[in-house]
């Protein structure tokens, strides 16, 4: 990876993240937080449909498989779609924090070409957080969750209130996220960055 920018550098006062008590446990399928984000959820018929579970600590491990959907240069992955995985899955850490965050920045870097068909191994973990600001890395690899590193990404997520979404989401959504019955779907349509 090349140099990371100040911005997704922890300061020296940040601190060793905590995984929540109420976290799910190591192993436990995630889910998607929302049936129509693109990354993880069921209702994009050509989404990432990507599955991440709880690791050891603040971790997460995911796989999605690359479909033709989702090329880019004939037979090859398209990198942003290869950028939205590794925010999906950075995303899914905080879970196990059990805060709202979104996305501040998302450095990546492409190591090689991921071929149509590949199942990308991805592995991502929160590496300190300053107030607000939730540092994390991540890798994405090819061949197995021991193969070469295809992609990586630091990131900034920034804590955010709910207020957030209902403020700036289109209302038809909100409104349909917030109406559902089930309180579990209804609460976690608005868990991680969308």
């Known amino acids: 990876m090349t140099a990371t920018s100040a911005a997704l550098t922890p300061p020296a006062d940040a601190i060793p993240p ?41 971790r997460v491990t995911a796989e999605f498989t690359v479909t033709p959907d989702h090329q ?19 995303g899914s850490l905080n879970w196990l924090l059990r805060v709202i965050a979104v996305t501040g920045r998302l450095e990546t870097d492409f190591a090689r070409p991921v071929p149509v068909g590949t199942v990308l191994h991805l592995e991502a973990e929160v590496t300190a957080v300053h107030g607000r600001k939730i540092y994390s890395t991540a890798t994405g690899r090819i061949g197995g969750p021991d193969g070469p590193v295809a992609v990586r990404a630091d990131a900034l997520f920034i804590e955010v209130k709910v207020d957030h979404f209902i403020d700036n989401g289109r209302p038809e959504e909100i409104q349909a996220a917030m109406s559902d019955p089930d309180q579990v779907r209804r609460a976690r349509a608005f868990e991680v960055n969308p």
């Open 72 to 90: 880019g240069a004939p037979g090859l992955a398209h990198g942003g779609v290869l950028a939205t995985a590794l925010d999906e899955t950075l």
């Open 18 to 58: 905590v995984r929540h008590p109420d976290a799910p446990a190591h192993g436990e399928l995630l889910g998607a937080h929302y049936e129509f984000c693109f990354g993880c959820g069921g209702g994009q018929p050509h989404g990432l449909h990507l599955e991440a579970r709880a690791g050891d600590g603040v």
